[in-house]
T-cell receptor, first 113, second 114 residues
Framework: EAQVTQNPRYLITVTGKKLTVTCSQN?????MSWYRQDPGLGLRQIYY???????DKGDVPEGYKVSRKEKRNFPLILESPSPNQTSLYFC????????????FGPGTRLTVT | GQNIDQPTEMTATEGAIVQINCTYQ??????LFWYQQHAGEAPTFLSY????GLEEKGRFSSFLSRSKGYSYLLLKELQMKDSASYLC???????????????FGSGTQLTVLP
């Protein structure tokens, strides 16, 4: 089954404790992105990757890191989480062909206390 | 940059027709998407328009006017399960200085009443 998976689905952590949210897709997609979703603000792009070892900042990259060492994986790293990073996070992937709509993972609800 | 506007909330009755509008101002344009998102779930793709006109897919249709920076999503024969947030998203062209994929509006929360 074609899918994007994220782990963990739910995470409660404390300020300053480094964490990684994993994202993996099995569709051989070149593009991958991370978004955060907050009430009234919609989906905002954090980082994106056009292919292996190619990443770039989105609209709200501060406080986040990413890496793309393999085509299928695109982890999101919070080196020192803060309460303003409490949000719902989505990973997405798409191909470079045709309309290349984005396929979203199930989401990770992160709470930083 | 990109600016996308859509109504925050709409309410309609089961069996009715509803139109959700989206206006955008962009420095480049290479397509407009509509996504559906149920509460607590991931967005799922509904429609894509890159040329002017109407695209129909079952109960859902989407319209685009590039000259007006305007799109709408039309939902017919509304069902209770259509209660969700509907997200309008614009894809910029690479020539506009960004290869970023999509910029999303804040979404329209549709409530379908019995």
């Amino acid at each position: 089954e074609a899918q994007v998976t994220q782990n963990p689905r739910y995470l409660i952590t404390v300020t300053g404790k480094k964490l990684t949210v994993t994202c993996s897709q099995n569709m051989n997609h070149e593009y991958m992105s991370w978004y955060r979703q907050d009430p009234g603000l919609g989906l905002r792009q954090i980082y994106y990757s056009m292919n292996v070892e190619v990443t770039d900042k989105g609209d709200v990259p501060e406080g986040y890191k990413v890496s793309r060492k393999e085509k299928r994986n695109f982890p999101l790293i919070l080196e020192s989480p803060s309460p303003n990073q409490t949000s719902l996070y989505f990973c997405a992937s798409s191909s470079r062909q045709g309309r290349d709509e984005q396929y979203f993972g199930p989401g990770t609800r992160l709470t930083v206390t | 940059g990109q600016n996308i506007d859509q109504p925050t909330e709409m309410t309609a009755t089961e069996g009715a027709i509803v139109q959700i509008n989206c206006t955008y101002q962009t420095s480049g344009f290479n397509g407009l998407f509509w996504y559906q998102q149920h509460a607590g779930e991931a967005p799922t793709f509904l429609s894509y328009n890159v040329l002017d006109g109407l695209e129909e897919k079952g109960r859902f249709s989407s319209f685009l006017s590039r000259s007006k920076g305007y799109s709408y999503l039309l939902l017919k024969e509304l069902q209770m399960k259509d209660s969700a947030s509907y997200l309008c998203a614009v894809r910029p062209t690479i020539s506009s200085g960004s290869a970023r994929q999509l910029t999303f509006g804040s979404g329209t929360q549709l409530t379908v009443l019995p």
